[in-house]
């Protein structure tokens, strides 16, 4: 069974304004890591406009089954705020992210119609201002293998997308590589083959 280790998040922080009717929409995205850094996030966004009608959000973290994720209208008509904003995350297929649309009422009601749009449309333009990147989740191992080993063992960790992080020559090479996990078993088993079983992993 493969391993999931790549993700789609935003690739920066971005804002977005947009008015309807009077009332004012900013909308804030942020990479976090985990449910903890969201919260944090939150909190100085709720803190900073203090003075704004709503602070509506959704959150979303994690990978594959593993994904958590929370939404909330903060006061706005039942599922006409945090739920699209959500809906927006999760069309895009974004994950470790926040994002907050904050609202100053500019006087005339826009009802639940109107309001789903308005926060579904500053999400979606939030999102597309930041930008979408794949990462990927990688592991590190640390192997020691001959000086007659070096070149094919360093061209074979450069053809699978490994990356030497630390290398120290001694009477052995003592290399620390760092390569998507999907990739390690596959790089171990090839540089087992390769050396005719000579490499050593720490």
């Keep these: 069974m493969s391993q999931i280790d790549c993700y789609h998040t935003v690739a920066a922080d971005a804002e977005t304004e947009i008015k309807i009717k009077g009332s004012k929409f900013i909308g804030r995205v942020f990479p976090c890591a985990d449910e903890a850094e969201a919260e944090a996030i939150l909190n100085r966004i709720r803190k900073q406009f203090y003075d704004a009608t ?7 973290v994690g990978l594959g089954k593993e994904i958590v994720y929370k939404y909330s209208d903060d006061g706005e008509p039942s599922g006409t705020a945090g739920r699209p904003i959500y809906d927006q995350l999760e069309g895009h297929d974004v994950t470790n992210a926040i994002l907050i649309v904050t609202r100053y009422f500019g006087g005339t009601k826009l009802g639940t119609g109107g309001l789903t749009h308005a926060y579904s449309d500053s999400a979606a333009q939030t999102i597309e201002k930041a930008g979408v990147v794949e990462c990927f989740i990688t592991d590190t191992v640390t192997m020691v293998v001959a000086f007659s080993d070096y070149n094919a063992v360093e061209r074979l960790i450069r053809q699978s997308g490994g990356m030497i992080v630390q290398s ?11 390569i998507r996990l999907s990739l390690m078993d596959w790089l171990r088993d090839d540089l087992i083959e390769t050396t005719s079983g000579r490499v050593t992993f720490v």
């Design 54 to 60: 709503h602070n509506c959000y959704a959150w979303r």
């Design 168 to 178: 120290d020559f001694a009477d052995v090479v003592t290399l620390t590589v760092e």
